[in-house]
């Protein structure tokens, strides 16, 4: 019997943490199943509110947001043409598509060398707010950045991220078997101990041991 309800898929994905998290950040996941729902505008203002009070070096707030809603205007179809083919069967169908940018110079004209690790920031920033208003962000490097570039003009000093695909959380049985196996599949990460140092290149923590 195939599972597919929206309950049964946020619950395997709950994340079986070594010590105590957040509870937004140990069901934080990236589904590829969005429901066939709208998201609410002032929900959305909340969610680029939150990547706008993101940490910044030296407050430089390098990050752009090109956001298309489903619907409203040609700018979530233009998105939807930059995403690589993997990628384009499901996230097209999320009610929103968001293309994050980077200044990749800083006021003074200089490099921009910390401009992607702030656009980071300002993504995590506006996933946990998603989170925390039942709605789920799958950050995607799975798209053509020139072709966004080309898409919607822009200049050169301002260099495409990713792409966002935002919404409520779908049905599994929605998508197809291969993607479909990805939305089921338990989550998994690497142990502490393997980029947790301490002393010198891959010597694990002491603390790890307590």
Do not use: C
């Amino acid at each position: 019997m195939m599972l597919d309800t929206t309950t049964t898929t946020a619950a395997i994905k709950i994340a079986a943490t070594d010590h105590p998290i957040h509870p937004l950040l140990q069901a934080r996941w990236s589904p590829r199943a969005f429901a066939d729902r709208p998201v609410e505008p002032e929900k959305i203002l909340a969610l680029l509110e939150a990547a706008r009070w993101a940490p910044s070096g030296s407050n430089g707030q390098p990050w752009h947001f090109i956001v298309g809603v489903r619907g409203q205007s040609a700018t979530h179809d233009k998105l939807a043409a930059a995403l690589k083919e993997g990628n384009l069967p499901w996230a097209a169908q999320a009610p929103v598509l968001m293309l994050t940018v980077a200044k990749t110079t800083t006021s003074s004209g200089r490099p921009h060398t910390h401009a992607f690790h702030d656009v980071g920031l300002a993504v995590a920033s506006l996933t946990f707010q998603a989170m925390a208003l039942d709605l789920y962000v799958h950050p995607m490097g799975g798209f053509y950045p020139e072709k966004a570039r080309e898409l919607f003009a822009i200049p050169d000093g301002f260099d495409p991220v990713t792409m966002l695909a935002i919404g409520y959380l779908g049905e599994a049985g929605s998508l197809d078997e291969r993607n479909r196996e990805r939305e089921l599949a338990p989550r998994t990460r690497r142990p502490l101990a393997e980029f947790v140092f301490e002393e010198e290149w891959g010597k694990p923590a002491t603390l790890l041991g307590a």
